[in-house]
């Protein structure tokens, strides 16, 4: 109804002022009588253009022609056959732009706020429901709307949501706090969530043992153990991850002595789809068990998880400014003699600012030390980078996102924010990225030095704003003899930046852990001996312009592309399976599949998938594509 009568209304309107623009009055009898007659001259000439042709006689006489009525009116002779093509294109066009004002009243019409994202459907309007759920992760990189959301508060709740949504074949993928970059345990299609699961079950000081329900988080955990004396033996950067969520995807801290978080699990309970909810240790079910216990949530939910924990102890950190050529010299013992240690490389500078951490010695106490510079001074230079950077863009080099009115006091920022901020001014300009880098590194050559404090305040690393991250894993000798292939990387790395020329902001972490036995970890292997380096470059997103966000997600994904094809397979690198991204490209995923199914047990994990969650409900596009059953290769 709405099409017709906007449609009539435009064609109404457009006839009106046509008529008002050739005679300014209302037309006469006269006027209708001729456009009739116009009309029926029209008629006839179409259908005189479709009779057989019979040429008239050679007398000319009137018997001979053929018999046309007179006109009611006397009248020309009627126009040639133009003036019909020209009726005829009229009254085409009239019916082209009725079609296309009904089309383009209804494609205009407005839609509630909620359903701007649904494309328009000819004869069809189904506006979503209010309560849907926006679920993105932290950096912003990839973002789901949903209709269920669902946060159980008892493992009976979240054994009825699973039993329910089993039997409706309703995906509910589970999801953490958010953190991973790939967006991992987000889907469109439903989601479960622990967050209100986040309870200290049971403390087994004895044996320095804790029982936690899944959706605690990392600081919550320790903050809750910390009066029994225990911690927990390693720590990832960020200490706002659930625990079922960091231990599923095989997260992992840095020491060469140390493995990755998920080793720290002694049993689990999962609420499956197809058996309940069953519990399994490497007493019971050891098969399963280090199957699950980085089952990247598609074995069953983790509702409960046993930690190994350690005694709570103060840790010394010290950071120092080195080179490649002395890293290549201590490399071997500062993996073996720090009980945690890690690189941080800033591209197109010789700095690699090294991070050791270790027990604080009960006899010899703090280090005495006194530092060079304050913090102030430290990252003063940094400040004066910005004021000058922000001088030069706003003169027009280069179109800046920062204005002067919401500029924040620079004095009040962190070295991270101001870093962002910098990033922010041209975060694709190499020249400009080199001078960043450069400040970086000044502002750690100023801050080397000692802390002192408890294990969780330590270890942690502030990693600055929303960002791009790819980290690989690739094994590195074994700690009583290192390979070296963890510097040549770094090397190669650095030399594919320069080559290329890439916009590559600090740092480019490398980190290192001992091997893991859960066997889909990237850290995984038989020998106890061996070691594995990660390393993760960086790009960061330090503005909420779409476009700009998206230039640099398109420089980001060509820089990982670079890595992976000149050193993934020269030193066995496999993705951190919370910063793997899944291909578009057809061809570039079965090359993905295929690799991932020479490093990892992928027909064994789709046959625990089917055992346990038969509907695959657990699962989402990233599972799907990543591991498809092998007949589908």
């Given at each position: ?9 435009l064609?109404s309107s ?7 623009a ?7 009898l ?11 001259r ?27 009525p ?13 003036t ?12 082209i ?12 019409f407005?839609?509630?706020?909620d359903?701007?994202h649904k ?8 506006p ?14 990839h973002?789901?709307q ?10 009976s ?25 790939n967006?991992?345990?987000l ?6 969530n ?10 087994d ?27 927990l ?10 625990i ?49 216990r ?12 046993t930690l ?7 840790l ?29 490389y ?9 991070v ?9 106490g ?76 000044e ?6 030095g000692y ?49 290329e ?9 490398q980190?290192w ?19 594995f380096?990660w ?7 330090p ?10 997600t ?5 820089y ?8 993934w ?7 951190h ?23 990892f ?14 509907n ?18």
């Amino acid at each position: 109804m709405i099409i017709i009568l906007s449609a009539t209304f435009l064609i109404s309107s457009s006839n009106f002022v046509f008529i008002k623009a050739k005679t300014f009055q209302k037309p006469t009898l006269n006027s209708q009588m001729l456009r009739a007659n116009n009309l029926r001259r029209s008629l006839q000439s179409v259908l005189h253009r479709h009779q057989p042709f019979k040429p008239p006689s050679a007398t000319g006489s009137a018997a001979a022609r053929p018999f046309a009525p007179r006109p009611f009116c006397s009248l020309p002779n009627p126009p040639p056959s133009s003036t019909t093509d020209a009726e005829l294109r009229k009254y085409i066009g009239y019916t082209i732009l009725l079609l296309g004002c009904g089309a383009a009243t209804y494609y205009s019409f407005p839609f509630p706020e909620d359903a701007k994202h649904k494309k328009a459907q000819l004869f069809r309007y189904a506006p979503l429901p209010p309560d849907l759920h926006t679920v993105s992760n932290w950096s912003g990189t990839h973002e789901v709307q949903t209709r269920t959301f669902v946060q159980p508060e008892t493992i009976s709740e979240l054994e009825a949501v699973v039993k329910e949504c089993n039997e409706k074949k309703q995906k509910i993928r589970p999801v953490g706090s958010g953190l991973s970059p790939n967006g991992i345990g987000l889907t469109r299609a439903g989601m479960v969530n622990l967050a209100l699961m986040d309870k200290v079950l049971e403390v087994d000081e004895k044996n320095k043992r804790v029982r936690v329900q899944a959706g605690i988080r990392f600081q919550q955990l320790v903050d809750g153990i910390k009066e029994y004396g225990l911690t927990l033996q390693n720590f990832a950067s960020i200490r706002e991850q659930q625990i079922g969520g960091i231990v599923q995807v095989g997260a992992h801290g840095t020491g060469a002595r140390l493995p990755p978080i998920d080793e720290q699990v002694i049993s689990m309970k999962l609420v499956t789809p197809a058996k309940g909810t069953i519990e399994v240790s490497k007493e019971k079910d050891p098969e399963l068990f280090y199957l699950a216990r980085c089952g990247l949530g598609g074995l069953g939910v983790v509702a409960e998880v046993t930690l190994q924990c350690v005694e709570r102890q103060e840790l010394v950190e010290h950071t120092y400014v080195s080179s490649m050529k002395e890293i290549k010299k201590n490399h071997k013992k500062l993996l073996s003699e720090n009980k945690h240690v890690k690189y941080l490389y800033i591209p197109y500078t010789d700095t690699v600012v090294v991070v050791r951490c270790n027990p604080l010695s009960k006899w010899k106490g703090p280090p005495k030390y006194k530092p060079q510079y304050t913090q102030e001074e430290a990252i003063q230079h940094v400040r004066d980078l910005y004021q000058e950077s922000l001088r030069k863009y706003r003169k027009g080099t280069v179109t800046s996102n920062t204005s002067e009115e919401n500029e924040p006091d620079i004095n009040e920022l962190s070295f991270t924010e101001l870093r962002d901020k910098l990033l922010a001014l041209d975060p694709l300009n190499k020249e400009h990225i080199r001078k960043v880098n450069q400040a970086e590194a000044e502002f750690w050559r100023k801050s080397e030095g000692y802390r002192v404090g408890w294990s969780d305040e330590i270890l942690g690393f502030d990693c600055g704003g929303q960002q791009w991250v790819s980290e690989t894993c690739f094994p590195a000798g074994s700690l009583s003899k290192p390979s070296m292939k963890d510097l040549e990387y770094i090397e190669q790395l650095m030399q594919l930046i320069e080559k290329e020329n890439i916009p590559a902001p600090a740092p480019i972490e490398q980190r290192w852990t001992a091997r893991s036995r859960s066997l889909m970890s990237p850290a995984y292997s038989a020998s106890e001996d061996d070691i594995f380096s990660w390393v993760g470059i960086i790009m960061y997103l330090p503005t909420m312009d779409a476009r700009q966000r998206k230039q640099i997600t398109e420089e980001f994904f060509h820089y990982r592309h670079l890595t992976q094809a000149h050193l993934w397979d020269q030193y066995s690198a496999y993705e951190h399976w919370a910063k793997i991204e899944v291909p578009k490209d057809k061809d570039e995923l079965a090359a993905l599949q295929a690799r991932l199914r020479k490093r990892f047990p992928v027909d064994a994990y789709n046959k625990a998938r089917n055992e346990l969650d038969p509907n695959h409900i657990l699962s989402n596009n990233v599972l799907e594509k990543l591991f498809p059953a092998a007949g589908t290769l």
